[in-house]
T-cell receptor, first 112, second 113 residues
Framework: GGIITQTPKFLIGQEGQKLTLKCQQN?????MYWYRQDSGKGLRLIYY???????QKGDLSEGYDASREKKSSFSLTVTSAQKNEMAVFLC???????????FGSGTRLTVL | GEQVEQRPPHLSVREGDSAIIICTYTDSATAYFSWYKQEAGAGLQLLMS?????DRKEEQGLTVLLNKKDKRLSLNLTAAHPGDSAVYFCAVRATSSGQKLVFGQGTILKVYL
């Protein structure tokens, strides 16, 4: 089996701050995803990557950057945190051609 | 693009009763349907998935029904127990959407004694 590790678990930032969230997986999966989870809105795709150094925009990419420097890691940057923003950011991975997503336990973001 | 609506947003059932969650989708070319469970403080875990050629699948107290005519997917937890309390999401993939899953809004299920 494998595991997806997201760091940090909790992130508190200030308005306008640039914040980076990290995700590591040891499944050796090709594709990795970043989702934003807001209460009552389900999961919305921010960015995904089908291989090292690849980046694809999701439905919610504005205000975010992503980076996939190696196969096992995928980072997400909030370019300018919005005041009173609260959400959980979930990282996931899947193998090429497979359907099942494996999720990390999330980073909970609070912006003061 | 694909739109998914999930109902109800909150569901409270007594232990031993059944709990039914429904998702409707818009793209008739949707080929893959799944249900995920999210326990408190954790990520999502796949419960069950079906392809478009399957109308019904049962596994360990869970039943997934797919009605392609009405574009409706349901999850039935028969004889729910407190350990089933969690947030449940449907997720579907249309052939037109490449590798992207579209998630429902989630249902918070509470099973009480």
């Amino acid at each position: 089996g494998g595991i997806i590790t997201q760091t940090p678990k909790f992130l508190i930032g200030q308005e306008g701050q640039k914040l980076t969230l990290k995700c590591q997986q040891n499944f050796n999966h090709d594709t990795m995803y970043w989702y934003r989870q807001d209460s009552g809105k389900g999961l919305r795709l921010i960015y995904y990557s089908i291989t090292e150094n690849d980046l694809q925009k999701g439905d919610l990419s504005e205000g975010y950057d992503a980076s996939r420097e190696k196969k096992s890691s995928f980072s997400l940057t909030v370019t300018s945190a919005q005041k009173n923003e609260m959400a959980v950011f979930l990282c996931a991975s899947t193998d090429r051609g497979a359907e099942t997503l494996y999720f990390g336990s999330g980073t909970r973001l609070t912006v003061l | 693009g694909e739109q998914v609506e999930q109902r109800p947003p909150h569901l409270s059932v007594r232990e031993g009763d059944s709990a039914i969650i429904i998702c409707t989708y818009t793209d008739s070319a949707t080929a893959y349907f799944s249900w995920y469970k999210q326990e408190a403080g954790a990520g999502l875990q796949l419960l069950m998935s079906v392809l478009s050629n399957v109308d019904r699948k049962e596994e360990q107290g869970l039943t997934v029904l797919l009605n392609k005519k009405d574009k409706r997917l349901s999850l039935n937890l028969t004889a729910a127990h407190p350990g089933d309390s969690a947030v449940y999401f449907c997720a579907v993939r249309a052939t037109s959407s490449g590798q992207k899953l579209v998630f429902g809004q989630g249902t918070i299920l509470k099973v009480y004694l």
